[in-house]
């Protein structure tokens, strides 16, 4: 498996293993945690300025949702610019305005420098309201980015065949194949004589006077600074509390009609839909994505697809659907990113998290501003984006009941939990949440009637976890840690699988 689900995502094809040569006895500079399009491109940036890094991935590399991203390339976020000079004032809208163009310059400069094919092209996005409600959205979203030096344009046409009450079209975007390019990253790293160690999950950190001591699936690993790149951090952190995780899903079709619209599209609802092209293997292919949820927050998110496609099919000629998947983001209660020094540091380990749906552009950046930090102790997003601000907004009394909310539910799940006598009550396929003299478990039954069974309580914090039909999945609506049938971690913060009951694996 080389993705964190079941699915294979438009990108997996292109999943290489990297393997370097690795005395892991030795003291590095830096040593990266988590091998996605964040920690690949922090540690190309500092391995160049001379830092001896190694990268700990606990799978491969892509594994996590760089491998299962969109990757579109935008210089507008999911947190709009009205938003923040509301929350956080002008001078700091638009210094997040720049924060879009640094990234993708950064993105290009790698590209050109390392003469890396990842299909990288420039591209026009199109934002459309589709009813009065979006209108009055859109006409915020703009007036927001006038007021940060943003062009965005009113036009009359749109390259999606989508009825639309009013459009604006926003030159200087673009998108790019995400494995493509880490790969080309990880090649000019490993030039350079950066290590990478796959296969390495990291379960606790000590942080020293001098160094920090990792402990991981593959020993000790001892550096003068660490960077969590894992998208969330592990353990017990206070950005648990600040980030919720979210679940986004994608379909890849071809159409009948070669009607592709060759730009970048994003409509206002809520969740909104997006829109790209990508070509592989000579066959132009449709993306577009949507139906995001909570973590753990879907009854059944294999409807979640169905939705999608239905959506897709009312306005474009689908032929074939050749992807569908869906992978994990992470919403911080203010709408900024968190890129800095990890709240409870004492300076030397630091995190980056909190993208939205803007991880491409917020990892890439997170290369400079760490760098930054670990070079010369300051970058001119330090405040703006620091993992310890404190920042009273209006949405964070919602953010906080919205997870008293989950809490609730846990205690529903434990009462109501389905009562079974009998294991053969389960069909084939079919997974639940049962109570058994007096404990529950996590049961999937596989087609062959291979029974799976569980501990059902996650051991990060100790939450219910619930089934994931489209991922084959168990996962938790708390923090997002996610387990595979056997029980084993496929996305953190937990460090620890869930407790297998049967069947039993010698290993
Ligand atoms: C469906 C979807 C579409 C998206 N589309 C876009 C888009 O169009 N444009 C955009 O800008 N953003 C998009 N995003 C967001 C973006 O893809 C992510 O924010 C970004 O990929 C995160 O990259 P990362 O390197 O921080 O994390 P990841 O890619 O998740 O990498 C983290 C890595 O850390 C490893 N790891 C985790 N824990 C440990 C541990 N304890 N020890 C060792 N290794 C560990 C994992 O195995 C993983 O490989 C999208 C997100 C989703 C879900």
Excluded at 53 to 71: D, F, H, K, R, V
Excluded at 201 to 213: A, G, M, R
Excluded at 216 to 244: C, D, Q
Excluded at 412 to 436: C, H, M, N, Q, W
Aim: hydrophobic share 35%; with cysteine; net charge negative.
């Amino acid at each position: 498996m080389y993705r964190d689900g079941a699915r294979k995502s438009i990108w997996q094809e292109e999943i290489r293993k990297f393997s370097t040569e690795n005395d892991l006895s030795q003291l590095f500079d830096v040593a990266v945690i988590g091998g996605g399009i964040t920690g690949v491109s922090t540690a190309l940036k500092l391995q160049e300025s001379g830092k001896k890094c190694i990268i700990l991935e606990g799978s491969n590399i892509g594994y996590g949702t760089t491998g299962g991203t969109t990757a579109h390339l935008n210089d507008f976020f999911d947190t709009t610019f009205s938003e923040v000079i509301q929350d956080f004032g002008i001078d700091n809208a638009r210094l997040y305005a720049e924060s879009g163009t640094d990234a993708i310059s950064i993105i290009e400069n790698n590209i050109r420098k390392y003469n890396i094919s990842c299909d990288f092209t420039r591209k026009s996005a199109y934002l459309f309201a589709l009813d009065e409600k979006q209108e009055s959205q859109l006409k915020d979203i703009v007036e927001g980015a006038a007021k940060v030096g943003h062009e965005m344009t009113y036009i009359s046409d749109i390259p999606f065949p989508i009825p639309f009450r009013e459009a604006v079209h926003i030159s200087g975007q673009g998108h790019f194949h995400p494995i493509k390019y880490i790969k080309g990253l990880c090649d000019a790293f490993i030039k350079m004589g950066g290590a990478i160690k796959e296969n390495c999950f990291c379960e606790d950190h000590d942080e020293q006077e001098n160094e920090v001591i990792l402990r991981t699936s593959a020993g000790e690993v001892r550096a003068k600074n660490a960077i969590y790149a894992t998208h969330i951090p592990p353990g017990i952190n206070l950005l648990h509390f600040t980030n919720a995780p979210y679940r986004s899903y994608a379909m890849a079709f071809t159409l009948k009609d070669d009607k592709y619209p060759w730009e970048l599209g994003y409509d206002l609802d809520d969740p909104y839909h997006y829109y790209r092209i990508q070509e592989i293997n000579g066959e132009n292919l449709l993306i577009a994505g949507g139906e995001d949820h909570k973590t753990g927050h879907a009854d059944d998110t294999g409807e979640c697809f169905s939705r999608l496609e239905n959506y897709v099919r009312q306005y474009f000629n689908v032929e074939t659907v050749f992807y569908s998947w869906s992978s994990q983001y992470y919403e911080p209660v203010d709408g900024l990113p968190y890129i800095g020094k990890l709240p409870g540091s004492n300076g030397k380990i630091f995190v980056a998290t909190g993208f939205r749906g803007n991880g491409m552009i917020f990892g890439t950046l997170s290369s400079q501003i760490l760098h930054d930090l670990i070079v010369t102790g300051k970058n001119k997003y330090q405040d703006l984006f620091s993992p310890t601000r404190i920042k009273p907004v209006a949405g964070f009394s919602d953010f906080v009941k919205e997870n008293a909310a989950v809490a609730m539910d846990f205690v529903k799940d434990k009462l109501f939990i389905e009562k079974i006598d009998s294991f053969s009550e389960i069909k084939a396929g079919e997974a639940k949440v049962i109570r058994y003299e007096s404990e529950s478990y996590a049961l999937y039954k596989e087609s062959d009637g291979t029974l799976h069974l569980l501990k059902s309580t996650c051991p990060h914090a100790a939450c219910e976890v619930r089934w994931n039909s489209a991922e084959l999945s168990w996962d938790c609506p708390c923090h997002g840690s996610r387990f595979n049938v056997n029980g084993k971690i496929l996305t953190g913060p937990t460090t620890r699988n869930l407790q297998k009951i049967f069947p039993y694996q010698k290993h």
